[in-house]
């Protein structure tokens, strides 16, 4: 199964937290969100991700690297930010066609386990 976490948004509500980091870093129980998403799906039965980017894309695509299963996750970058309907039109034009797929906005915070 392969999952699309969408994660480009500028966290415009997290203000000023995400001035300076993307809203999937911002730390949640001494880690970041996309820690947290990661390690749940890739434990989960999702075999491969998929996370959008935009907003300071550069320091998601340096945790995606340095990620323990980073061979399981690819990056899609936004030049232009699309919002969820724009994002999912780039699927057919992607190189990551999934057969089965999941698409979702981040799990709640209030059901990650500190």
């Known amino acids: ?3 699309f976490l969408l994660a480009a948004g ?5 203000r000023p937290l995400t001035d300076h980091v993307p809203k999937c870093l911002v730390p949640v129980c001494g880690k970041p969100l996309l820690a947290h998403w990661l390690d749940l799906l890739l434990t989960q039965g999702v075999d491969e991700v998929l996370v959008n980017t935009h907003h300071l894309a550069g320091q998601v695509h340096e945790f ?12 899609l970058h936004e030049e232009r930010l699309l919002g969820t ?3 999912l039109t780039t699927w057919p034009t992607s190189t990551w066609r ?7 906005h981040a799990p709640p915070v209030w059901r990650l386990r500190c």
């Open 98 to 104: 999934p057969s089965r797929a999941v698409m979702r």
């Open 85 to 87: 309907g724009g994002t």
């Open 64 to 75: 995606v690297a340095s990620h323990p299963r980073a061979r399981q996750v690819s990056v």
């Open 10 to 14: 500028a966290g415009t509500r997290l």
């Open 1 to 3: 199964m392969k999952a």
